[in-house]
């Protein structure tokens, strides 16, 4: 049986209308409602099935930030994890940490817990970068399944997800990193009682920087700004005013 | 001797001859529907309630017309030509009314339904002195984002939010989910400005809550469903922000449960309760049934939803994982899921506002929304449902639990003309039991054309003296009975 490694990332919650903070350096993060990364809780539920298929013998979910980190651990341990890794750090998670030091971090986990299958969310919705996953395999120098619509660890396959629909690969072997996509499950809510013995099981803190010296990629971000909004629409009387408009004004038909 | 409102609307003019001098008075474009026998169906999202049960279909050959004003000067001429050809009168938001409170009652007459969406604009936001100010056809969920978007909360939620209109909240006095949290219609509506239908403006408006000057004017208004005048404009009060918000829905064995539940959320979580709904599993049956939408709760008897927006240091999480840990051991429920994010929140809230569209989708079907003691509901609901039970009818019931409003519904698989037949079953019965039980028969969703014949059962309503007081008022606002005839008080 396998042991998994998830990462599990705390984002601004995705029904939430974000803002730009003042100085338009970054998105305002105060009083804003947080929430696990939707890609992470795929994830999640994609090892806890492991698990109950009886394919995984121990979850690890790991997640990096601050404090406030270990709140949306205790959610996936609800879901199913079986202990959880935090590592903490002050730089901001949306914006200052980048893919490429979270794939150095896991990495560095990795090589002490040996995770046979690791799975990360595809993207977080707050950076939108989409690649750590693979910087991960790199780091971890094993194969990678990316976009992935279904798991199969006894075929070795796994389903992903392209621009064209879908395609099966085949993997050689165990380890490997899988990155999850949206069709890959249908995440499980957490239960009350789940949630009160999440409270009991193991949670290990570990600073970023006694993992990895140099965290930083080069990137800094220079500005911030909101999209244009969209022009109001106008109310046409009638079906002929529509037609007329879109023939003279838009000039598409 | 009461003075009677004056007989309706002597001799019956067609309405042809009104659609010139309406234009004239409405100049924008298509500010004056009418029937067109060669478009039938135009107005019917305006002279029918959108659950198909009141008001009529639009065949082209009715005789109400449908007005939307750009302005309260335009509201104005509208209510001075209806004056002065006795027309009804039938004010119009988001016609989301679920007793009829907003749809002309027959095609035959000649009537005006006014709609107020184009009066839509937010006048002023003041984040210190945290009001709103704003036209009467502002749709709810508008009004709730800019609230938001200046870190405040508008008072008012409810299931229709995404197309009711604030005035219609005002006119129907609406509850919504957040009632006991942040209090009714009244507690929060600091002014209000409406048209009277000689056409005159009764100035209401104030920006501030406190006032010891005499009887409120403006509460006349609220719940008076359109039968005195147009509210064009309102002031509403805001409330801080939530610094934090969480959600779970608890699996409660009992209503006595629910009851030990309510009472934990009060003692483990403070004030910062906002919501307290309950289904029964019969309702989640009913959803999951007709709507594709995944039930997250665990099998119980009842489902009690509890929301919590903390404004206090102590987040929202630890508040509902003490309620949690308190309910789970003492029995006040046996199971639960926690909203993990907005999105499982919504989804759960999805599956609560689900239960009156689940209902909905049957052909025959009753909704009654009660006040009424806790130790009351199951006992309406088991009469209930040994009195459908041979039809094949099915009683599911929900509400909210804090403020002890039941929502009981009957459906029946039967075609749609029994309706009436098989309403025999419930009625008078449900009614004559909460007026035995000191009830309310509209808790939050009016009275219209459903319940007007029982204005003077309610509990707190002045019985038959309250209700001829209730005329009196009418006749003073609208002596010519042009506002919304038949509806809150039956036409005599």
């Known amino acids: 049986m396998s042991r998994v490694m998830v990462g599990v990332k705390r984002v601004v919650d995705y029904a939430v209308k974000v803002r730009v903070a003042s100085d338009k350096k970054a998105v305002d993060l105060a009083n804003v409602k947080m929430s696990m990364n939707p890609f992470c809780e795929i994830a999640v539920e994609e090892a806890v099935r492991l698990k109950e298929a009886k394919k995984a013998s121990e979850i690890i979910a790991v997640s990096i930030g601050p404090k406030q980190a270990q709140e949306t651990l205790r959610t996936a341990l609800a879901m199913g994890c079986d202990r959880a890794i935090h590592i903490t750090t002050d730089l901001r998670t949306d914006q200052e940490l980048g893919p490429k030091g979270v794939a150095k971090l896991l990495a560095a986990v990795a090589e002490k817990e040996s995770p046979d299958v690791v799975i990360v969310g595809k993207q977080a919705i707050d950076g939108d970068m989409g690649c750590t996953g693979s910087m991960l395999a790199a780091y971890m120098d094993v194969p990678q399944c990316t976009f992935a619509a279904k798991i199969d660890l006894d075929a070795k396959t796994v389903e992903r997800e392209t621009d064209a629909g879908t395609e099966v690969v085949s993997f050689p072997s165990l380890p490997a990193v899988f990155t999850a996509d949206l069709r890959l499950n249908e995440p499980r809510y957490a239960t009350l009682p789940n949630i009160m013995k999440a409270k009991k099981k193991k949670m290990d803190t570990i600073a970023a920087a006694d993992l990895v010296a140099d965290l930083t990629d080069g990137n800094t971000v220079l500005e911030v700004f909101e999209p244009a909004p969209r022009a109001a629409g106008v109310l046409v009387d009638d079906v002929d005013a529509l037609v007329d408009k879109l023939k003279n004004e838009a000039a598409v038909i | ?289 007709q709507l594709p939408l995944p039930l997250p709760a665990p099998p119980s008897s009842y489902h009690v939803l509890v929301e919590l927006h903390s404004h206090a240091a102590s987040s929202a999480r630890e508040s509902i994982e003490a309620l949690a840990a308190a309910a789970l051991s003492g029995g006040a429920a046996s199971d639960g899921v926690l909203a993990s994010s907005g999105k499982e929140a919504a989804a759960i809230w999805g599956v609560r506002e689900a239960c009156g569209v689940a209902v909905n989708a049957f052909p025959v079907k009753f909704k009654y929304d009660f006040s009424l003691p806790l130790a009351k509901w199951e006992e309406i609901a088991a009469e209930a449902r040994g009195r459908v039970e041979g039809e094949g009818g099915r009683v599911v019931t929900w509400g909210h639990l804090g403020d002890r409003n039941i929502h009981l519904n009957v459906v029946f698989d039967a075609d749609s003309s029994r309706q009436e037949e098989l309403a025999g079953l419930l009625e008078p019965f449900v009614y004559d039991f909460v007026e035995a039980a000191g009830g309310s028969i509209s808790a939050e969703h009016g009275i219209g054309v459903c319940k007007a014949g029982r204005l003077d059962t309610v509990a707190g309503g002045g019985g038959e003296r309250g209700v001829a007081l209730l005329r009196q008022i009418k006749a003073a606002f609208d002596p010519l009975g042009i506002m919304n005839p038949g509806k809150l008080l039956q036409i005599e």
């Open chain 2, 1 to 289: 001797m009461l003075r009677r409102s004056p007989p309706l609307l002597s001799p019956l003019s067609p309405l042809s001859q009104h659609l010139a001098p309406l234009s004239s008075l409405l100049p924008s474009p298509g500010s004056v529907l009418s029937p067109s026998p060669s478009d039938p169906g135009r107005l019917t999202p305006h002279t029918r309630c959108w659950r198909g049960v009141h008001g009529f279909e639009d065949d082209g050959r009715g005789a109400a017309a449908v007005l939307r004003p750009s302005c309260t000067a335009e509201v104005q001429s509208v209510l001075r030509y209806a004056t002065a050809h006795r027309l009804p009168v039938i004010p119009q938001g988001g016609n989301t009314s679920l007793v009829g409170s907003a749809v002309p009652a027959s095609p035959a007459a000649p009537s005006l339904v006014v709609c107020l969406g184009r009066l839509d604009k937010i006048h002023e936001l003041d984040q210190t002195e945290a009001y709103l100010h704003c036209q009467a056809g502002a749709v709810l969920k508008d009004l709730q984002a800019a609230a938001d978007d200046q870190g405040l909360h508008f008072p008012l939620s409810l299931g229709s939010e995404g197309s009711c209109q604030i005035g219609g909240n005002v006119a129907t006095n609406a509850g919504g989910s957040y009632f006991e949290r942040y209090g009714s219609i009244s507690s929060n509506l600091l002014g209000l400005t409406a048209v009277l239908p000689s056409g005159e403006i009764l100035d209401l408006h104030s920006t501030l809550s406190k006032s010891s000057a005499g009887p409120s004017l403006r509460s006349l208004f609220v719940g008076s469903e359109g039968t005195l005048g147009i509210v064009t404009d309102v002031c509403f009060k805001l409330h801080p922000a939530p610094a934090s918000t969480e959600l779970a829905l608890f699996s409660v064995p009992s209503l006595s449960a629910a009851s030990s539940l309510q009472a934990l959320a009060a003692s483990t979580c403070g004030g910062a309760v906002s919501a307290l709904e309950i289904m029964d599993d019969r309702v989640l049956s009913l959803v999951s049934e």
